[in-house]
């Protein structure tokens, strides 16, 4: 049995930062693709950042320069440093990973960014 556990949400000021971390644990071979996704209230789950298992990444245009994603492949997780926070980044973020063709999701952190 697959599982991803996230951690790190919480509530930050405007301007501020937080660290999620998404560990994969159980019978997965390591992960192709890791990434992270957010849902805010009444809007649909969108691609936050995407990591490739050679190290290439991808961001939503909201986040470029403020996020960044990075990963441990020895450790199968995946991490979000995220700076600059605004209140529209207030959502609650789902790590998910691909591996042989099967796509796994966390059960979501809550990020509240409010003053």
């Known amino acids: 049995q697959v599982q991803l556990v996230e951690s790190g949400g919480g509530l930050v000021q405007p301007g501020g930062s937080l660290r999620l971390s998404c560990a994969a644990s159980g019978s997965i071979f390591r992960p192709t693709v890791m990434g992270w996704h957010r849902q805010a209230p009444g809007k649909q789950r969108e691609s936050v950042a995407t990591?490739?298992?050679?190290?290439?990444?991808g961001y939503a245009d909201s986040v470029k320069g403020r996020f960044t994603i990075s990963r441990d492949n020895a450790k199968n997780t995946v991490y979000l440093q995220m700076n600059s926070l605004k209140p529209e980044d207030t959502a609650v973020y789902y790590c998910?990973?691909?591996?042989?063709?099967?796509?796994?999701w966390g059960q979501g952190t809550q990020v509240t960014v409010s003053s």
């Open positions: 998910n990973a691909l591996s042989k063709g099967s796509n796994y």
């Open positions: 990591i490739f298992s050679a190290g290439n990444t």
